[in-house]
């Protein structure tokens, strides 16, 4: 069992930046991939970006790219989301989350994530 906790949201006005970071504990030895997600109201969750723990292949959402940088400590067991030029439709919940287990799906997808933390507040507003 992995036990996921996001922290780094709040209120941000456009052009400004935040970085999230999301504290895995438990087993973390066997993950494949790790991610974040996010959800505005009134929308379905999507991936934002999401790296691989072998090889550590990125990927990002079109709307994010160039202004969010993903990484991840393997020593410390964080995967952060540095996040810059934000626009107020970057504004929603921002949910970390790690796969396991391969299912042959792609790996930045929310199907292929077996856990999930509980979201931390992004807005941008001015």
């Known amino acids: 069992q992995l036990q996921l906790v996001e922290s780094g949201g709040g209120l941000v006005q456009p052009g400004g930046s935040l970085r999230l970071s999301c504290a895995v504990s438990?087993?973390?030895?066997?993950?494949?991939?790790m991610g974040w997600f996010r959800q505005a109201p009134g929308k379905e969750r999507e991936a934002v970006s999401c790296?691989?723990?072998?090889?550590?292949?990125?990927n990002y959402a079109d709307s994010v790219k160039g202004r969010f940088a993903i990484s991840k400590n393997n020593a410390k067991n964080t995967l952060d989301l540095q996040m810059n030029a934000l626009k107020p439709e970057d504004t929603a919940v921002y949910y970390c989350?790690?796969?396991?287990?391969?299912?042959?799906?792609?790996?930045?997808?929310?199907?292929?994530?077996?856990?999930w933390g509980k979201g931390t507040q992004v807005a941008v507003s001015s």
């Open positions: 989350a790690v796969g396991v287990v391969r299912r042959g799906l792609y790996y930045c997808s929310d199907l292929s994530m077996d856990y």
């Open positions: 790296i691989t723990n072998i090889g550590g292949t990125t």
């Open positions: 438990g087993n973390t030895l066997d993950y494949y991939t």
